[in-house]
């Protein structure tokens, strides 16, 4: 078997942040592999449809689409649920290349911001059986995009920032040793678990999309803002990804 894996970062919904790399890398796949995850999030295999029909020169290239299982949000024991969900996704990311591309080959995935933050693709590429060659193509991630979005920057001068998800500032409380916290993958809005006090927040939803929100400001006056808006756009979208930073301010 000699199948090679390009894992591409797209960025974070406009098709505008694709680097040079990631077009060229999109050109030289033998197949184009598009997750479908439900209706609620048709808009994401969307734009990855759109990304390949803007960039793609390669007559060559075919595109295929499949479905992605579902995790079962139910399993009290969390690592077991996401170890039980990779190997679920690996499985069908083997069906869909041996089914669509065979054992030879070149085959990509596109990848929501960066494949090495807060992203599975590698650790579920390294369930396949057998283990292609893989290879990564950098994106802009989340992070990137919403300092951009709020002309921040990330650090203060000489201090560290700490990147987290909302399930651990929930459990664990604002973290030691650091004035900024990003927080991704926040199921809710962790935020509302700490004491705003001294607390800016910086906050974006669908950051890159035509449906892009921000807000900024002192967490205790903006915080119920966000939960507002964000439970008006999940509504209406039916998903919502967002990601937001938090910064002490004395």
């Known amino acids: 078997m000699s199948v090679t894996l390009s894992l591409i970062g797209i960025g974070c919904g406009d098709p505008e942040q694709l680097t040079l790399a990631a077009i060229r890398a999109i050109n030289a796949a033998d197949l184009v592999l598009i997750p479908r995850k439900g209706t609620q999030k048709s808009d994401l295999a969307e734009l990855r449809r759109t990304i390949c029909a803007d960039v793609l020169t390669n007559g060559q290239t075919r595109i295929a689409e499949f479905d992605l299982p579902a995790r079962d949000v139910g399993e009290s024991d969390y690592r077991k649920g996401v170890d039980d969900w990779h190997d679920a996704v690996a499985a069908t990311w083997s ?70 998800t909302g399930r651990r500032l929930r459990e664990g409380g604002w973290p030691d ?74």
């Open 95 to 164: 069906q869909a290349i041996a089914g669509h591309l065979g054992n030879e080959g070149r085959v990509a995935l596109l990848i929501w911001g960066d494949p090495s933050l807060y992203d599975s693709s590698l650790r579920i590429a390294r369930r396949l059986d057998p283990v292609p060659s893989i290879e990564v193509v950098p994106g802009i991630t989340s992070i990137q995009a919403l300092c951009a979005v709020h002309a921040l920057p990330l650090n203060e001068i000489g201090e560290p920032f700490l990147v987290t």
């Open 177 to 250: 040793g650091t004035g900024t916290v990003v927080v991704m993958l926040d199921g809710g809005t962790a935020f509302q678990s700490l004491d705003p006090e001294g607390l800016h927040i910086w906050w974006g939803a669908y950051l890159g999309m035509p449906d892009q929100i921000i807000m900024s400001g002192p967490l205790g006056e903006i915080g119920p803002r966000i939960v507002a808006a964000r439970q008006e756009a999940r509504e209406q979208h039916g998903w919502i990804m967002d990601s937001y930073i938090l910064k002490r301010r004395s």
